[in-house]
């Protein structure tokens, strides 16, 4: 099914003003209610917000992120827009995050790359897709599509990794940072935090994956690798044959 074709469904509240928060969900049994409570705190904190529902692309997957945007910033053309996950969590007055000075909004986390067991003279730079703010400039849509493209040309599927080479490729594009407080840290990593993100509903989905790979090496272990070890054996006995009648 296309990407842009309309589905019924999308969670809109609040009054807007000079900005909204926007996001995505699919309609199915484990984002939806996500995206319901998501809206709800939204609500409690007098966030305006709108949540486009989207048909599902049969896996997880979170590469229309850049779509969203700006589908955003076309139905709200003189809004500032402020892309979060559906798992984040509020727990205060986001409007600060919004008052940036620059096109976009963005959390950038470096780190020293080690090889070697030395550190080496450059860094890891990796982009958050869990809060970011586009203001209504060229500059901010620029770097949207810029983000599109790349996760098209991608062969990885996942958005932040695109995010991180489209910020790298737009040096005109002019970032701000967006204060830790509102960048959706796991629970309780940040003490005074507004922004937090709860990825329960991943760690089920990893666990899941851990007791599927789990049950695959059980199933190796006791038939696969049990027959190659059987054919092995025989193998070696029949070595033992061939160099003995020799």
Same mark, same amino acid.
């Given at each position: &099914?296309?990407?842009?074709? !309309?589905?019924?469904?999308?969670? *809109?509240?609040?009054?807007?003003?000079?900005?909204?928060?926007?996001?995505?969900?699919?309609?199915?049994?484990?984002?939806?209610?996500?995206? %319901?409570?998501?809206?709800?705190?939204?609500?409690?904190?007098?966030?305006?917000?709108?949540?486009?529902?989207?048909?599902?692309?049969?896996?997880?997957?979170?590469?229309?992120?850049?779509?969203?945007?700006?589908?955003? &910033?076309?139905?709200? !053309?003189?809004?500032? *827009?402020?892309?979060?996950? *559906?798992?984040?969590?509020?727990?205060?007055?986001?409007? !600060?995050?919004?008052?940036?000075?620059?096109?976009?909004?963005?959390?950038?986390?470096?780190?020293?790359?080690?090889?070697?067991?030395?550190?080496?003279?450059?860094?890891?730079?990796?982009?958050?897709?869990?809060?970011?703010?586009?203001?209504?400039?060229?500059?901010?849509?620029?770097?949207?599509?810029?983000?599109?493209?790349?996760?098209?040309?991608?062969? *990885?599927?996942?958005?932040?990794?695109? &995010?991180?080479?489209?910020?790298?490729?737009?040096?005109?594009?002019?970032?701000?940072?967006?204060?830790?407080?509102?960048?959706?840290?796991?629970?309780?990593?940040? !003490?005074?935090?507004?922004? %937090?993100?709860?990825?329960?509903?991943? %760690?089920?989905?990893?666990?899941?994956?851990?007791?599927?790979?789990?049950?695959?090496?059980?199933? %190796?272990?006791?038939?696969?690798?049990?027959?190659?070890?059987?054919?092995?054996?025989?193998?070696?006995? &029949?070595?033992?044959?061939?160099?003995?009648?020799?």
């Amino acid at each position: &099914m296309r990407d842009d074709v !309309p589905v019924s469904g999308d969670l *809109v509240g609040g009054q807007v003003g000079d900005w909204l928060v926007i996001g995505w969900f699919t309609e199915d049994s484990t984002y939806r209610p996500l995206a %319901e409570a998501f809206a709800a705190n939204l609500s409690q904190h007098r966030a305006p917000f709108h949540l486009f529902a989207k048909p599902s692309l049969g896996a997880w997957n979170t590469r229309r992120k850049p779509a969203v945007v700006l589908e955003a &910033m076309d139905a709200y !053309p003189d809004k500032t *827009v402020v892309l979060m996950d *559906v798992d984040c969590r509020l727990r205060g007055d986001i409007e !600060p995050v919004t008052q940036i000075g620059g096109d976009v909004g963005i959390v950038v986390i470096a780190r020293n790359v080690r090889r070697r067991r030395r550190w080496a003279h450059w860094l890891s730079v990796e982009c958050s897709s869990r809060v970011v703010v586009f203001r209504p400039t060229e500059g901010a849509r620029a770097f949207a599509r810029t983000w599109a493209d790349t996760i098209e040309r991608s062969t *990885v599927n996942h958005d932040e990794h695109s &995010m991180a080479w489209a910020y790298l490729s737009s040096p005109s594009i002019h970032f701000d940072y967006i204060d830790q407080r509102f960048s959706a840290r796991e629970i309780g990593r940040i !003490p005074d935090a507004v922004i %937090e993100h709860d990825s329960a509903h991943d %760690e089920e989905r990893r666990a899941s994956r851990g007791r599927f790979k789990t049950l695959l090496r059980e199933f %190796e272990r006791r038939f696969l690798r049990s027959g190659r070890t059987r054919q092995s054996r025989l193998k070696g006995e &029949m070595s033992v044959l061939v160099k003995a009648s020799a």
